[in-house]
């Protein structure tokens, strides 16, 4: 399968600890965004990747927020200090040249 | 805030029946993509339709956009069970070219066998 893949798909924490989330997006892919998705609403755009520049990043994405793409490649996105307000679903979708974008399962995390 | 507004929010209709669910958005675009949900699940990018295009077609899908309303609607004919989801409409805004996306709250579609 080469699509996007995120790991882990489940992340349950206590609020206060710090979670790292990893993204592969599909290899030729230049672009790699982040979205957070609660429940019954729709994906909310938190930052985006071209190569291993981080373009583009939200107001949702407060300074315990952190993204990276070290090498244009796999991303990474960490979240400091947990808190219950973070729970959610976070998906990965990778483009070329950011039309259709292609979206990996998610992870999902709940604060406890 | 949501870019595109999805109506109804939710639909239940018997397998074979036609669905039809609407997407309204606020700003002007560069295209419009429809997007299906599993429950708890990723997205699967279902159509694209530029912001130039006034109608589009793929197998049972039929989408079609109106930029002076500002509006789009997806026409899923002779559903199935399988087709039992939540449809999200993405809006690429004109005044970006970073290709991200801006989704409404979905429509959640049952399709009843």
């Known amino acids: 399968d080469t699509g996007v893949s995120q790991d882990p798909r489940h992340k349950i924490t206590k609020r206060g600890q710090n979670v790292t989330f990893r993204c592969d997006p599909i290899?030729?892919?230049?672009?790699l965004y982040w979205y957070r998705q609660t429940l019954g609403q729709g994906p909310e755009f938190l930052t985006y990747?071209?190569?291993?520049?981080?373009?583009?990043k939200s107001r949702l994405l407060s300074d315990r927020f952190s993204a990276e793409r070290p090498k244009g490649s796999f991303s990474t996105l960490e979240i400091q200090r947990t808190e219950q307000g973070d729970s959610a679903m976070y998906l990965c979708?990778?483009?070329?040249?950011?039309?259709?974008?292609?979206f990996g399962p998610g992870t999902r995390l709940t604060v406890t | 805030s949501q870019q595109g507004e999805e109506d109804p929010q939710a639909l239940s209709i018997q397998e074979g029946e036609n669905a039809t669910m609407n997407c309204s958005y606020k700003?002007?675009?560069?295209?419009l993509q429809w997007y299906r949900q599993n429950s708890g699940r990723g997205l699967v990018h279902l159509i694209l339709?530029?912001?130039?295009?006034r109608e589009k077609h793929s197998g049972r899908l039929r989408v079609t956009l109106d930029t002076s309303k500002k509006s789009s609607s997806l026409l899923i004919t002779a559903s199935r069970a399988a087709d039992t989801a939540s449809y999200f409409c993405?809006?690429?805004?004109?005044?970006?070219?970073?290709?991200?996306?801006?989704f409404g709250d979905g429509t959640t579609l049952t399709v009843k066998p």
């Open positions: 993405a809006t690429d805004s004109l005044n970006t070219n970073a290709g991200k996306s801006t």
């Open positions: 990747f071209q190569n291993e520049a981080q373009l583009e």
């Open positions: 290899s030729e892919h230049n672009r």
């Open positions: 979708a990778s483009s070329l040249r950011g039309v259709e974008q292609y």
């Open positions: 700003t002007s675009i560069n295209n």
């Open positions: 339709i530029r912001s130039n295009e």
